[in-house]
Every structure is written in C-alpha cells, then in structure tokens.
C-alpha cells in the first residue's frame, strides 16, 4: 500500500471501510484515479477478524448476512469469499421472570399471553414501517409524532405485559446497541423499512443473523483493498478538509491531496471531527452533533468444543437478566473450537464499559455459566472488543437518531455539500446499517462522484 501520497487525484476516498473500499473499486472501474485515505493501521472498518490459531478467526466486529442482503452477497461472491450457516441446530434459550426454558424454532416457550402482546406490537411496527420512506423518513405521513417519541414510550403504551416490554426492549438492544430511551421511533420505523420487517432484523433463519462469511468477514475488506493496491495509504487520518469551487483538498497526517470531488465514507459522528474550510452548512453539522453511535462491548469465550451442542443446544440464547441479553454460537465452521459471543449492549455497555477487564470477563463467562451450566464456567480463552473505546469509531454497531432528528436533520444525512459526498452504513436507504447498506452506500457515492466529474 502507498507510501507516499500523490499530490492530485480525481477522487480523494477518506475511510476505507466497505464503503470507501466499494466506492474506490467503482471509480476506479470508471477510469478515474483514486487515493483511500485510512486512520487506522488496517482496512475494514467495524469489521475486525481475530485470530484462533490454526487458521481460524472470529470476528470481533460486524459478522452476519441474511438472504436479502444482494448486495454484500454480491460483493463476496465477485471476491471468492464463501458463506456458511449460523449455527441453529438444537434448542435455544430463553432466560426471563427469574426461569431458564428450552425452545426450538422463532417462538420460545413463555406465557401465550406474552407472545400475543409481542406479536401484536410487531405486527403493529410492520404496518407503519410500510408507511415509511426509506429515501426520506420525514416525508412519512405521521412523521413528527414518530419522531417526537422514543421507542421506549411507545413500547410502553402499547404493550400490556412486562415481559413483552422486557423482550422488545432486549430485542431493541441487540439492533441498535441502545436503549429504547434513546431512540426515535420513527429511527426504529425507518430502520425496520430499509430491512424488510422487524423480524428481517432479529431473525436468524431467513434473518439478518442468517449467515457468517468463511474467514471472517474482514477478509471482504483485505480482499477489496489488495486489489486497489496502492490506491490505499493507511495510517493517515484526515485532519481537515478545504473545498474551492474546482478542487478540494484533503489533508492527512500523511500529506495532503488535491482533487475534483470527495467521498467521505465514515460514521456521521467522525465527520464531525474533521474541519472544514469552509464550514460545514449549519444543519449538516447539527446532524453529526446528534448522530451518537451505540454503545456494545462484544465478548467471545473459546472452548476446546461446543460442548452445548452434545446437550443439544443449539448455542443460541436471549436473558432479560443479564448483563449478557443475546448469544450465539460463534464456532468456526467445522465447529472447533467452540466459540460461545455474546453482547453488552447500551446502557449495560456503557457501565461495564467502565470496570476492569477481569471484572468484565467474570460478569459475562458467569452469565454463560448460569445458561450453559458448569463447563461454560472455564474457557480457554476469552476475547472482548469494547468498540466506543476504538479511537477512529467510537461505537457500534452505527449511528442513531435520537428523537426529533430526523424531521429537523434528516435531509443534510445523504446531501452533498459542495464537492463532498456522504457515504457509510448510515446513508444507505436499505439495510441501513448493516455490511450491504455499507456496500450500497459506497456504489451510490461512487456514481455521485462520476457525474459531478462529468460536468
């Protein structure tokens, strides 16, 4: 990767997650020429690859893909990178009101009275996420008052059992990284639109948690970015940006570049670390100000085998207690060794996000005890990513709208300014968020660029 920066390019790339890498790929597809500019010593972004020995890895960033998700499925399939199933097999778990039960399939053995209240209110957020557009969620038909509420309130006024709140809070959680409290509904609405449905966004069959890329995830990046070769300088983050009316110039603690337009394919709150000369239109940077990433600590302890599936448990469990609320069997493909993940996600995040790593390591690997019993209580190794403490993202999974944002800010989110276009996860109008939003965003931005440099 280059050493020396170029003085000029046609387009200047700053971030070389999926995003910037897609984006670079297609300009430079188109002919143009084309600098990455990269903060950290790796590609990749929120994806991270972590290393088991024996050629294996886990991911202690972003990992799944689902059925729906053409984009990412297209982009593995162009760089040769295979897929295989989340493990599902055997019963799940279900930890809630102070009981540990068995299920198999989507809908676990509680009170029928509970599955009704969660059905309904999923069946409810479905048909007013139909009402929302995707391309611009202010322009929905009971905007303001979706936004001018938190999910948590609605939550609250439209179930009627405790336990139905304690499980949509939970799944709200494992979507966003967040609290119900600090989330706009009309951000859920949208969220669950670019998705498909709700159940698109925790499902795991035929869900968002369908799929796990061999060789982890990262390895889409690596692949990506060893073509574009020296395109990609890492180690230089970008301190400031200065746009004229014909060029922009982009510096880094690598050199600066000049040229005719630029990508900037990074979390919104990021972008507002950067100065710009001029200054960024006052609701552009009102947005970023607003846009916090969630909060998740990902956790992974490593067994010599999933010793859980030999009691036939499929791995998988959700716990209203806590502080680990969603698990999965996080094994690499031949199933050696086994690999139990779990999250610490919003406020719980944040908390334990102040204790020590022991500290932390003994909470999580307790919770793993209390739902898998004794030879959960000793693994091999254990591996945690606290992602807000990452200088150059600050959180995961991705941003979020608190209420009120959308209908103030929601138009400066995906509108260029000047010769600086927005690209990431968060700008994508279908799955939002996710790897194939990132993949989406990159390709848009890409031919924005195109066409400002055909005028």
């Known amino acids: 990767m280059a050493q020396e920066l170029p003085p000029e390019a046609d387009v200047v790339v700053i971030g070389a997650g999926l995003a910037g890498l897609v984006a670079a790929r297609d300009l430079i597809a188109a002919g143009r020429s084309v600098v990455v500019l990269e903060a950290r010593d790796r590609v990749g972004g929120r994806l991270l690859n972590a290393d088991l020995g024996d050629g294996k890895v886990v991911e202690v960033g972003g990992q799944w893909v689902g059925p729906t998700q053409d984009r990412a499925l297209a982009l593995a399939d162009e760089l040769g990178v295979a897929t295989f199933p989340t493990h599902a097999q055997g019963d799940n778990l279900v930890e809630i009101d102070g009981g540990l ?3 198999r399939g989507a809908i676990p053995k509680i009170n029928p009275a509970v599955l009704v209240d969660i059905g309904q209110a999923q069946f409810r957020l479905d048909r007013m996420a139909r009402s929302v557009p995707a391309e611009a969620p202010w322009r929905a038909p009971r905007a303001e008052a979706w936004d001018g509420q938190t999910m948590w309130t609605w939550i609250r006024r439209n179930t009627a059992t405790r336990a139905a709140r304690a499980l949509l809070q939970l799944a709200v959680e494992a979507v966003w990284a967040a609290h119900p409290a600090d989330v706009s509904l009309l951000h859920v609405l949208f969220y669950t639109r670019a998705a498909g449905s709700f159940d698109d966004l925790v499902g795991t069959e035929g869900g968002a948690q369908q799929d796990r890329f061999v060789g982890g995830s990262q390895e889409l990046a690596l692949r990506l970015a060893a073509r574009l070769g020296d395109a990609v300088t890492l180690d230089a983050p970008v301190r400031r940006i200065e746009q004229r009316d014909d060029s922009v110039t982009v510096s880094s603690d690598r050199g600066a570049v000049s040229a005719r337009a630029a990508i900037v394919a990074i979390p919104p709150t990021l972008c507002a670390r950067i100065a710009y000369d001029p200054p960024m239109p006052a609701l552009r940077d009102q947005l ?5 990433q969630g909060s998740v600590i990902k956790c992974m302890a490593v067994y010599d085998a999933p010793f859980w599936r030999d009691e036939g448990l499929s791995g998988q469990a959700t716990s209203a207690e ?13 199933g050696s060794p086994g690999v139990l993940l779990g999250f610490l996600e919003g406020r719980q995040a944040r908390e334990l996000a102040q204790w020590t790593p022991e500290a932390r390591r003994r909470a999580v690997v307790g919770c793993f005890e209390r739902l898998f019993g004794p030879f959960a209580a000793s693994p091999d190794a254990y591996l945690e990513r606290v992602w807000a403490q990452e200088e150059y993202t600050r959180g995961c999974y991705g941003c979020l709208m608190p209420p009120g944002g959308w209908v103030s800010l929601g138009p400066a989110l995906r509108e260029p300014v000047g010769r600086l276009h927005w690209a ?11 790897m194939d939003g990132a993949v989406r965003s990159g390709e848009t931005a890409a031919r924005a660029a195109l066409a400002q440099l055909a005028e």
Do not use: C, H, L
């Not at 970023?288 to 916090?292: F, G, L």
């Not at 806590?322 to 031949?334: A, H, L, R, T, Y």
């Not at 990431?424 to 996710?434: P, R, V």
């Open 101 to 103: 039960r068995r299920y």
């Open 288 to 292: 970023t100000q607003r846009m916090a």
């Open 322 to 334: 806590g502080p680990v609320k969603v698990i999965f069997d996080n094994s690499p493909p031949d």
């Open 424 to 434: 990431g996860a968060e700008t994508a109008t279908t799955w939002n968020g996710y």
